[in-house]
């Protein structure tokens, strides 16, 4: 297997040098976010800029989520706010989850790296290998592909049972280990919420790099997700209980932000 990506190695660095593992999931909501941004001429970009000046140096990463700028019709803000953070030096995960035939994942590829700028990507490996090839050849970028998520019905799919006896999610993190790991720049979304399949996702993948949602608002356990991904690379995300604290005060998101990494930090031995 070949050297991590640079994006992985980017981002275990800030980890340390910063002391944080927390990523700060930004999916902004106009009916959630505070009154004070309703009335801007372009609210998601001021309340997603104000979320990153408070909290950038918390944070090893940022985690914009596509579907919700683009619901707002904020994709130019988008933009913006990726450049913002590559400005503050901060790598940046655009949550896309894309994938789809060859041809057009070639272009999913091109919108999330050259169009957008981000760093990293999620992306779903269920068309399979060829799928994923576009993204993969961004050697120098981190492709980060769904596993186990943190959602109740991904049982309905992830959890099946192969010929073989092993379920759906553990073959899937066994191809990512594997074969469709030749340039050593995958990682894979593990949920939070399900310590029991990261534990066996990492006895699987050995020290690869989990992004782990579910922190917060999903009740993820923070004790039992560093436990049982503990010998790998983790990337913890928590995104609507960050950026919509109990009060909308100024300084209310730096708060909620530094409590979860020192609930993280206080758990990672």
């Given at each position: ?9 980017v ?8 002391n944080?593992?927390l990523?700060?999931?930004?999916d902004?909501d ?13 609210p ?9 000046d408070?909290?950038?140096?918390l944070?090893?990463t ?10 707002a ?6 933009k ?10 901060v ?6 989850k ?11 590829a ?8 981000a ?18 050849e ?5 492709v ?5 998520t ?9 959890n099946?049972k ?20 030749s340039r050593?720049?995958?990682?894979l ?17 050995g020290?690869?790099?989990?992004l782990?949602?579910?922190?917060g ?5 923070v ?5 049982a ?12 209980a ?6 909308d005060?100024?300084g ?9 990494r020192?609930?993280?930090n206080?758990?990672?031995?």
């Amino acid at each position: 297997m070949s050297a991590p990506s640079s994006f992985f190695d980017v981002v275990s660095a800030r980890q340390q040098t910063l002391n944080t593992l927390l990523c700060v999931g930004l999916d902004p909501d106009l009916s959630k976010i505070p009154q004070r941004y309703q009335v801007a001429a372009r609210p998601v970009l001021a309340f997603c800029r104000d979320v990153i000046d408070a909290t950038h140096d918390l944070v090893a990463t940022f985690k914009p989520q596509f579907a919700h700028f683009a619901a707002a019709d904020a994709l130019g803000d988008l933009k913006e706010i990726i450049a913002h953070c590559r400005d503050l030096k901060v790598p940046v995960i655009l949550d896309a989850k894309r994938g789809d035939v060859g041809s057009t994942s070639d272009f999913y590829a091109r919108e999330a790296f050259d169009v957008y700028g981000a760093d990293a990507v999620t992306v779903n490996p269920y068309l399979g290998g060829d799928s994923l090839e576009p993204f993969l050849e961004r050697a120098d970028k981190g492709v980060i592909l769904l596993c186990r998520t943190s959602n109740p019905g991904g049982a309905d799919l992830q959890n099946l049972k192969l010929a073989s006896g092993e379920e759906l999610y553990e073959y899937v993190a066994q191809l990512a280990a594997t074969q469709w790991n030749s340039r050593g720049n995958i990682g894979l979304v593990v949920g939070a919420t399900r310590p029991a399949e990261l534990k066996r996702v990492r006895e699987i993948t050995g020290n690869m790099t989990f992004l782990l949602p579910g922190i917060g608002a999903q009740g993820g356990d923070v004790a039992a997700s560093l436990e049982a991904g503990r010998g790998g690379g983790l990337i913890v995300s928590s995104s609507r209980a960050v950026l919509y604290p109990d009060s909308d005060a100024p300084g209310a998101v730096r708060a909620a932000a530094m409590a979860t990494r020192d609930l993280i930090n206080e758990h990672r031995g």
